[in-house]
């Protein structure tokens, strides 16, 4: 058991996205961290993992206002998933927090505070580039850049943003980063971060007052908080008031380290508060050595191979395949093939045969060996040092190295059996061959005990009927990993019932197995994410829309269309937005007591004369919104293709102001 004074360890993987659902780029950051939250626990720590869900912002306010849903139902049933999904997988998440948790809008008000209270927050105009269409600030645009999400230009657009001072971090960050080399792991991210430091570090705009879909900034009406300010600070407020600050541990993938190793440590300074320990930087899976992307299609999902093969398996060929840090390859050739060679014959081979020995030669009992023969001396010495090397390798984060390592030495004992014979030793009587017989029963049966607690953290299930098959009935997580002594099996214990761990598997069989569960698999997450395009690879393209015409919206129930209130409006004002050339202020008699304002995107199409007096559609009852400083209350309906001038919906036949379409 853990003591309660053990010296605790707090880790932590980024909060991922609600945009997307759980893959197995998710999977592989979260499976370090419990692989490392159990490692450390079994060498003494009081381990902590925090992961959660990133869940502010336009995009998804986007995303569930696509699927008619309020961002509150989206950010849950989406968070859930990822939740459900860890759960499935066996990882122990100790606080899984949401960034729409209250608690988190109270910290990052107070980190907000504290920034603001020393000098470090100020008011400015924020420029950048704009999609009016689609609504969104695309970062890193230049003025006249396409928008990511339909391809229409950018607009450069100015807006009032509260300012964090980071150029007044430089200085401290290259100071702290000295001083403190394992800051940044590994060394490859060090220096990427030191490069970029060589140039001045820009203020960073930390509000926004277009987007409503945020943790609002204390007193400052219509400013929310935007992005890293809100999300970096989960870790911190997941253990509020518990003693664990500072995280000893940030993993990350790679594309992230800016944000955790300069805006990050330069908040928490800037508040006064401490700096994590150390931030590890991994790199990216690929799939058919290519990124795994949205748009390629190519993303592998956790689910179907959990149900192939189970969990275990494919934490094992992650960690055993790619050295953690640097990019690598999935396959499901590979994981098949390294599921065989390494799992069914080479750790399930060694304790079938061990146990069936002990079953056929001793009675289902483990023997004693007191005699140091030299070979069970050899896989005594052999297994004591792979325990040593395996925690070095462990600590650097070094798995695959930790692995091979631990596969070497059942490798060695192999080897040793076949030297032994004990299928002859055991047809002979005299004292000495039945004493070297209980040596190699009992090395081999001892060796896989160490082989299961070294491995726990790796294979956590797994670990754990190894052990009940070698008769252990401690707990295997309270073993220390890094005390592991030749000798802990007691000698007449029995050895439980014989069970297939790794049943060999068909390779082709096998993959297409996956492939059809994973089809199902899509299916499910698109339908929580309101797709309808399949993002399979394989999907053969049985029809293609005509250019520019977009599938059409998941299936919604009729009180969902009943919601939106559609109604004619007539216009009776029209005018320019000022530096805003696709924009138009209009004014519009809905028969209400008086003209609404809408702001509209059709200037491009449409003279403010020719639009004046026309009756047109307008959603009347979405939630008003400021476009640049204008609040706009409803939308106006108009049809177009992707690329093409919108086209205002009208009538034939005249039909009165204020009237409802249904
Ligand atoms: N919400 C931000 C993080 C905020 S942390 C305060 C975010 N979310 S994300 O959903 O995009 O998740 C990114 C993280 O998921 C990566 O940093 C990495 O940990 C993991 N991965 C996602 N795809 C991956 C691969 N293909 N390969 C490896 N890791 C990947 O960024």
Partial sequence: MLDENAPKFYLTTP?????????????YTTFAADMIRTYKRMTGYRAVLTSGTDEHGQKVQRAAEKMGQT???????????FRTQWEKLGLHIDR????TDPRQAAAVGKLYSACKKNGYIYKGSYTGQYCMFDELYVNDAQPGDPCPECGRPTETVTEENLYFKLSAFKEFLLDHFEKHPEFIQPEIRRNEILAFLKNDLKDLSISRTTITWGIPVPDEPGHVFYVWFDALMTY????EGEGLWPADLHLVGKEIIRFHAIYWPAFLKAAGWELPKRIFAHGWLLFDNDKMSKSKGNIVRPEPIRQVMGADPLRYFLFREIPFGGDGNFSFDALVGRYNSDLANGLGN???RTTAMIRQYRGGKIPAANGAARGAAAIADEATKTAAAYCDSFDRFEFHRALEQVWALLTFVDRAIVQYQPWNLSKQEDAESQARLDEILYSSAETLRIVSILLKPVLPEI?????????????LLDERIDRLEWGGLAAGQAVGEAAQLFPRLDLKETVEKMNELEVVEVARQNALLGKTAPEV?????EWTAPEGITPVAPQIEFDDFAKVDLRVARILTAEKVEKADKLLKLTMDVAEREPRTIVAGIAKAYTPEQLVGRKVVIVANLQPRKLRGIMSNGMIVAASLENTSPVLAGFLEDVPVGARLK
């Fill in 15 to 27: 909060i991922y996205y609600v945009n997307a659902a759980p893959h197995i780029g998710h999977t």
């Fill in 463 to 475: 670990t754990e009927k190894i052990w009940a098959q070698l008769g252990m009935t401690t707990a």
């Fill in 236 to 239: 911190w407020t997941a253990v």
């Fill in 350 to 352: 060694l304790l079938s």
């Fill in 96 to 99: 899984f927090l949401r960034t």
């Fill in 537 to 541: 690879a394989s999907t053969p393209a």
């Fill in 71 to 81: 961002p509150e139902q989206y950010t849950a049933t989406i968070s859930e998933e």
